[in-house]
């Protein structure tokens, strides 16, 4: 199994910047993928961006693209998403996810609120 700590949270004004970061332990020789979902209030968890190892890539949300970036740290086996231009509507809860050949692991999650 994998545990997840996530930190970077906050609340900021429209069109500033966040870097969330997600902090693996456990089996990570295991981890295939590592990405991003958020909820908002009343809504369903929806993807925003995830990295795979190997082969490397990147996939974003549609409402995200151009403005989030995802990386990872392979030393320190940590995943971030550096979050630009922010949007109310990226308010909500930020959730990390790690997915292996037999398991998805899920963060506490990490609130960002964006207000105008």
């Known amino acids: 199994q994998v545990q997840l700590v996530e930190s970077g949270g906050g609340a900021v004004q429209p069109g500033e910047s966040l870097r969330l970061s997600c902090a693996a332990s456990?089996?990570?020789?295991?981890?295939?993928?590592m990405g991003w979902y958020r909820q908002a209030p009343g809504e369903q968890r929806e993807l925003v961006a995830t990295i795979r190892t190997s082969p490397s890539s990147t996939f974003y949300g549609d409402s995200v693209l151009g403005r989030f970036t995802i990386s990872r740290d392979n030393a320190k086996n940590t995943v971030h998403l550096q979050m630009n231009s922010l949007k109310p509507e990226d308010t909500a809860v930020y959730y990390c996810q790690v997915v292996g050949a037999s398991f998805t692991s899920w963060g506490q999650g990490t609130q960002v609120t964006v207000f105008s």
């Open positions: 456990g089996n990570i020789r295991s981890i295939v993928v």
